[in-house]
């Protein structure tokens, strides 16, 4: 993640502008948005929190180059810090403020989830990725970057900017260059809608990442939705499990599955990593067979 920043301070008049739209979203998403409520409140009540439920891992990439037989520390970091540096810059030279809450009260990318997402394709070197939530595309940015040295490889994306500032829409994948385009597929609509054609249509998923809405129903649907589709040796990355409780329950559902929880780079988030074991068998098989690293 980028430096965070924080919002600027809105006047009297903008607030019940802001606060208008947000009654005008509210009643366009009923149901989603009422069950996302009762989901906080039920978290509350039942005394879940989200530091006791996801202890995080301090060597959580160690584990992962262990598990797929990748070398660490990993000789990737270097490229992945320079992409990341390039695509933070362009989104400066189009004076746009990167950091937490910078769009439109959501957070920009994490770094260590892209870091994650970056090894995982040049060790793993997945060819159908799937991915929900693009925001500014700082992680879309990552993975298609790491697709374009693999020289193969595609992701889809599925995102709805959010609807309440027409310049947010507008902001949207602009981290990503035209040169990356040619490994991209943006389908714009919400992951309810949009994800379960996409994984019928290309019928196996390599890699899959979540970074859409992060309420317990959403996460959970969309874990159900990939899960079939998810090949032997994949891994799905499930960014902010902290605000929700998807992550654990699917975890409990799956117990043969390895997973690893971790830390944002700026101490603030969680997210985790789940790896569907070879023939969704016994836990402790590898993720896939390792690739060379190309000289």
């Avoid at 159908?128 to 925001?135: A, F, K, P, S």
């Avoid at 995102?159 to 500032?165: G, Q, T, V």
């Avoid at 780079?265 to 789940?274: K, P, T, Y």
Wanted: aromatic content about 8%; proline content about 5%.
């Amino acid at each position: 993640m980028a430096s965070g920043t924080t919002s600027t301070p809105r006047s009297p008049l903008s607030k019940a502008k802001y606060g208008g739209q947000l009654v005008w979203w509210f009643l366009r998403n009923p149901i989603e948005n009422s069950l996302a409520l009762r989901e906080r409140r039920a978290g509350r009540r039942s005394g879940w929190q989200a530091g006791t439920a996801y202890p995080a891992e301090a060597d959580w990439e160690r584990q992962l180059h262990t598990v797929w037989g990748a070398a660490w520390p990993c000789a990737e970091h270097k490229t992945f810090d320079e992409i990341w540096s390039s695509a933070v810059a362009e989104l400066e030279r189009q004076g746009l403020v990167v950091g937490r809450e910078a769009f439109g009260g959501w957070d920009d990318g994490d770094r260590a989830l892209a870091r994650a997402a970056w090894c995982i394709v040049r060790h793993t070197a997945p060819e159908r990725i799937v991915e929900t939530g693009v925001g500014r595309g700082l992680t879309t940015r990552t993975i298609l970057e790491a697709l374009k040295l693999e020289g193969r490889g595609h992701l889809w994306s599925v995102d709805r900017p959010p609807p309440l500032s027409p310049s947010l829409k507008r902001q949207t994948g602009a981290a990503v260059p035209e040169e990356l385009r040619s490994y991209w597929t943006y389908v714009h609509g919400s992951s309810r809608r949009r994800l379960p054609k996409i994984v019928a249509d290309i019928e196996r998923v390599d890699l899959f990442v979540h970074d859409s809405m992060h309420t317990t129903r959403n996460v959970e649907f969309e874990l159900d939705c990939v899960w079939p589709a998810l090949r032997s040796g994949g891994v799905a990355l499930v960014d902010d499990i902290d605000m929700n409780l998807a992550f654990s329950r699917f975890t409990e559902r799956h117990r043969e599955v390895r997973h690893v929880i971790a830390l944002s780079d700026d101490g603030q988030r969680r997210f985790g990593l789940i790896a569907k074991t070879e023939a969704h068998g016994a836990a402790g098989d590898s993720l896939g067979s390792p690739t060379e690293n190309p000289a």
